[in-house]
């Protein structure tokens, strides 16, 4: 695996400046047109990616399954009915979480992103499709009947579904401080699962309706979507729980950067195939049930029942396990620290905003700041010092300016005692290694 530095920044004893030699940061106009314009494409690339999606459902709708919910209002019903099981267990895993409740925007903007990708898989879906089944026919053999729907479902199915489920976690959630926990990863890939499951669930019923409605005779279209609609309740919870195992690993990959990629892919194969599993069974069982005499919905069900709950409970037992050891090693205590020490550091930046050219503002820190020895804060012509006054474990500090800050935790401990420049950088040239590690956190945090 390679280094983390290059063989120049591990010899280097802090006393050169490495600058666009070994080390890089934004410095110059260049560099901030760099950063800039990479930031653009990023966030535009994002974005298409997201209208890309949007317009296909909007096509796809457009094709005339919207004029079905739009004419029979029930058949809409049928299609929330149907999502229901699988919202019940989004919501278990959701307060599952041993750690702290996702925020709603997050949940919401990932079910919306599970409901748009959906999109890409069905397309994909499609353009595959008559490769593998298009060649089959009713005089094919059994094995060839089981054989090519199941390289289908291993091969396109699965792994495409997975991917784009995993990837309405990766676009929004996973980037977001928020995400803070492997387990958040199983939250938020269970979401992403639901808005799949949602818009999946909504194609399967509208199209139903759309043959039965061109067929002579028959049911009534709204038993048609009611049937389609009951079927679909049990699909639906399937969704969630093979996206919940794919983001858990997808949570387990964020804070194992070194091994990202393997378990990444990990997830993705567990996923897919508990999914195309799922998927080979269901489209085989009509034969077996003949064999053997049971009804195929009573085979349907009793399958789906057996097959979905092993699997919630196999989820269950990762996700409890997690739920020891962060009771165990004492994180609980840690997220509650580092929670407070975060409200406490952002009432010391707010503070020092206030504070006004040349004013005095004092907030509490918490108790493992390091603090130097002078005498008070002082920020004039870029001299930072710090030091607590009386007892009580406070910071005081001078500011200039609205711009200058003072942060508590590791930022306050990195920039004590250090000469700047208007850009950040010491006049002499000179850094310590603890301003390198830390003060640059400092400056992109705000980004």
């Known amino acids: 695996m390679a280094p983390d530095q290059d063989p120049v920044q591990r010899a280097s004893d802090g006393d050169r400046d ?160 928020r995400f803070d926990a492997v387990v958040d990863g199983a939250v938020y890939g269970a979401v ?60 387990l990959a964020k804070f194992n950067a070194e091994d990202a990629g393997p378990i990444v892919v990990k997830g993705l194969l567990v996923a897919t195939v508990i999914h195309a599993t799922y998927n080979t069974v269901v489209t085989n069982l009509g034969v077996a049930t003949d064999s053997v005499g049971v009804p195929p919905g009573l085979a349907f069900i009793g399958f789906v029942v057996v097959y979905d709950g092993a699997l919630f409970y196999v989820l269950y037992r990762k996700l409890a396990r997690y739920r020891r050891a962060f009771e165990a090693t004492g994180a609980e205590a840690a997220v509650g620290d580092a929670g407070e020490d975060a409200d406490e550091a952002g009432e010391g930046v707010d503070a020092a905003s206030e504070s006004g050219d040349g004013q005095t503002a004092t907030v509490d820190v918490a108790d493992d700041v390091q603090l130097a020895d002078e005498e008070d804060v002082d920020v004039t012509d870029g001299h930072v010092d710090v030091q607590p006054t009386d007892d009580s474990e406070e910071v005081q500090w001078t500011a200039d300016s609205e711009d200058d800050q003072v942060s508590g935790g590791e930022d306050t401990e990195a920039h004590q005692n250090g000469d700047y420049g208007d850009d950040g950088q010491e006049g002499n040239g000179r850094r310590e290694d603890e301003d390198r590690s830390h003060g640059g956190e400092g400056r992109s945090g705000g980004q």
């Not at 898989?121 to 053999?141: H, I, K, R, W």
């Not at 009611?226 to 997808?250: D, M, N």
């Open 18 to 177: 490495l600058y666009d030699v070994a080390t890089w940061e934004v410095r110059t106009t260049v560099d901030r047109l760099s950063a800039w314009l990479y930031g653009a494409v990023v966030t535009t690339a994002r974005a298409s990616v997201v209208a890309l999606a949007a317009l296909i459902v909007l096509a796809q709708f457009a094709a005339g399954f919207a004029l079905v919910f739009v004419d029979r209002p029930v058949i809409g019903a049928y299609v929330l009915l149907s999502v229901v099981p699988a919202l019940g267990m989004t919501a278990f895993l959701w307060r599952a979480d041993a750690t702290e409740r996702e925020p709603l925007e997050l949940l919401v903007v990932t079910f919306a992103f599970g409901f748009l990708f959906a999109a890409f898989a069905a397309t994909l879906n499609s353009l595959f499709s008559g490769f593998f089944l298009g060649t089959l026919a009713e005089s094919a053999p059994l094995w060839l009947a089981v054989l090519a729907p199941a390289l289908y479902y291993f091969l396109i199915v699965g792994p495409v579904e997975e991917t784009v489920k995993l990837l309405a976690v990766r676009m929004y959630a996973y980037r977001s401080d």
């Open 192 to 251: 992403a699962g639901l808005g799949f499951a949602t818009i999946e669930n909504a194609i399967y019923v509208a199209r139903e309706v759309i043959v039965a409605s061109q067929a002579a005779g028959g049911p009534t279209l709204a038993e048609v979507g009611l049937q389609t609609a009951a079927v679909r309740t049990l699909a639906g919870p399937g969704h969630v729980i093979y996206s919940a195992f794919a983001g858990y690993y997808l949570g």
